[in-house]
């Protein structure tokens, strides 16, 4: 299995500062396709989680530009460039690139 | 638009064996590249992926859960079910069913149901 491994898991942030979590793959993610299938999920208090991001960097239809992604190989990085108060929650980054899928253990953004 | 909405029981007691029903709409299981899958999450805890089946009746499973898990689909009911044996109380959790599309990912989900196995 692909263990993904996140820092930090806990992220106190003021409100209208940058956030950044990270996520680093056991192994590499690229594909044989050549595609590298790197997401990240949001999951608020009592809500299912949401797709972010695809791909590495790709945002998911209605996700606001202040969330960006970044990464390649095994080493993958989450910013909010201005965290907002409907941030707030767990994120988790997960690898779909091969089987099983597998996930990090979470990040919990909470405001300061 | 794309929902999901998973059902089975709340109560299951342990040994027992769970079987919980994802029943979509908004798009087909016959659609190539188009997968569901399952995932769930104890308590306070991680997402957990449990098995995904695809377009060509092609299924993936957990390799620590497979002795456990049996995934089906129902083209023509737009349902997908899961089935987990000799349920035990760390089984508690809320299971969630995912539309997963090509490439891989699952932009979809639902809001899960919260099973709890205790005697």
């Known amino acids: 299995d692909v263990v993904m491994t996140q820092t930090p898991l806990s992220s106190p942030v003021t409100l209208g500062q940058p956030a950044s979590i990270s996520c680093r793959s056991g192994q590499s993610l690229v594909h044989s396709d050549g595609n590298t299938y790197l997401n990240w999920l949001q999951q608020r208090p009592g809500q299912p989680p949401r797709l972010l991001i695809y791909?590495?960097?790709n945002r998911f239809s209605g996700v606001p530009d202040r969330f960006s992604a970044s990464g390649a190989g095994t080493d993958f990085t989450l910013k909010i460039s201005t965290v907002e108060a409907e941030d707030v929650g767990v994120y988790y980054c997960m690898q779909t690139t091969q089987f099983p899928y597998t996930f990090g253990q979470g990040t919990k953004l909470e405001i300061k | 638009q794309i929902t999901l909405k998973e059902s089975g029981p709340t109560l299951i007691k342990p040994t027992q064996t769970l079987t919980l029903t994802c029943t979509f709409s908004?798009?087909?299981?016959?659609?190539?590249?188009?997968?569901v899958g399952w995932i769930r999450q104890p308590p306070g805890k991680a997402l957990e992926w449990l098995a995904l089946?695809?377009?060509?009746?092609?299924?993936e499973y957990s390799p620590s859960l497979k002795s456990r898990l049996t995934i089906t689909k129902d083209t023509s009911k737009n349902q997908v079910v899961l089935t987990m044996t000799n349920m035990d109380p760390v089984d508690t959790g809320t299971y969630y069913c995912a539309h997963r599309v090509a490439p891989f990912y699952f932009d979809y989900w639902g809001q899960g149901t919260l099973v709890t196995v205790s005697s």
């Open positions: 791909k590495i960097s």
């Open positions: 908004g798009f087909s299981l016959s659609t190539i590249g188009v997968g």
């Open positions: 089946i695809n377009w060509k009746d092609g299924k």
